[in-house]
Protein backbone atom coordinates (compact mmCIF):
# COMPACT_ATOMS: atom_id res chain seq x y z
CA UNK A 1 0.00 0.00 0.00
CA UNK A 2 1.71 3.30 -1.15
CA UNK A 3 1.27 6.60 0.43
CA UNK A 4 -1.21 8.53 -1.30
CA UNK A 5 -1.82 11.32 1.29
CA UNK A 6 0.86 14.21 1.54
CA UNK A 7 1.34 16.09 5.07
CA UNK A 8 -1.14 18.93 4.56
CA UNK A 9 -4.21 16.76 4.09
CA UNK A 10 -3.40 14.18 6.98
CA UNK A 11 -3.51 17.49 9.32
CA UNK A 12 -6.87 19.09 7.65
CA UNK A 13 -8.57 15.47 8.44
CA UNK A 14 -7.15 14.85 11.86
CA UNK A 15 -8.69 18.62 12.83
CA UNK A 16 -12.02 17.63 11.16
CA UNK A 17 -12.01 14.44 13.15
CA UNK A 18 -10.76 16.00 15.80
CA UNK A 19 -13.42 19.01 15.84
CA UNK A 20 -16.46 16.37 14.92
CA UNK A 21 -15.31 14.21 18.23
CA UNK A 22 -15.56 17.01 20.21
CA UNK A 23 -19.17 18.38 19.11
CA UNK A 24 -20.09 15.22 19.75
CA UNK A 25 -19.01 14.45 22.85
CA UNK A 26 -20.29 17.95 24.15
CA UNK A 27 -23.66 17.03 22.67
CA UNK A 28 -23.50 19.59 20.26
CA UNK A 29 -24.09 17.17 17.30
CA UNK A 30 -26.24 14.04 18.56
CA UNK A 31 -28.77 11.08 17.15
CA UNK A 32 -28.39 9.98 13.61
CA UNK A 33 -25.83 12.25 12.43
CA UNK A 34 -23.98 12.49 14.98
CA UNK A 35 -23.21 9.12 15.04
CA UNK A 36 -23.14 9.43 11.06
CA UNK A 37 -20.35 11.90 11.71
CA UNK A 38 -18.65 9.57 14.17
CA UNK A 39 -17.95 6.94 12.26
CA UNK A 40 -16.60 9.43 9.11
CA UNK A 41 -14.15 10.73 11.83
CA UNK A 42 -12.74 7.37 12.83
CA UNK A 43 -12.48 7.22 8.70
CA UNK A 44 -10.47 10.31 8.74
CA UNK A 45 -8.15 9.36 11.76
CA UNK A 46 -7.31 5.88 10.43
CA UNK A 47 -7.15 7.18 7.29
CA UNK A 48 -4.68 9.68 8.19
CA UNK A 49 -2.51 7.90 10.17
CA UNK A 50 -1.78 5.44 7.20
CA UNK A 51 -1.51 8.43 4.61
CA UNK A 52 -3.64 6.25 2.20
CA UNK A 53 -7.00 6.68 1.09
CA UNK A 54 -8.43 4.26 -1.11
CA UNK A 55 -11.13 6.89 -2.44
CA UNK A 56 -7.95 8.66 -4.08
CA UNK A 57 -7.14 5.36 -6.32
CA UNK A 58 -9.55 5.31 -8.43
CA UNK A 59 -9.15 8.67 -9.50
CA UNK A 60 -5.27 8.58 -9.73
CA UNK A 61 -5.08 11.47 -6.92
CA UNK A 62 -2.00 11.91 -4.70
CA UNK A 63 -1.69 14.34 -2.58
CA UNK A 64 1.97 12.89 -1.34
CA UNK A 65 5.17 14.40 -3.42
CA UNK A 66 7.42 11.56 -4.64
CA UNK A 67 9.93 11.65 -1.95
CA UNK A 68 7.18 11.06 0.98
CA UNK A 69 5.36 8.19 -1.49
Known sequence: MKKNMGKADRVIRFIVAAIVIVLFATQ???GALG???LV???IF?????????PLYVPFGIRTCSEKEG
Open 28 to 30: VIS
Open 35 to 37: IVL
Open 40 to 42: FSG
Open 45 to 53: LLTSFVSFC
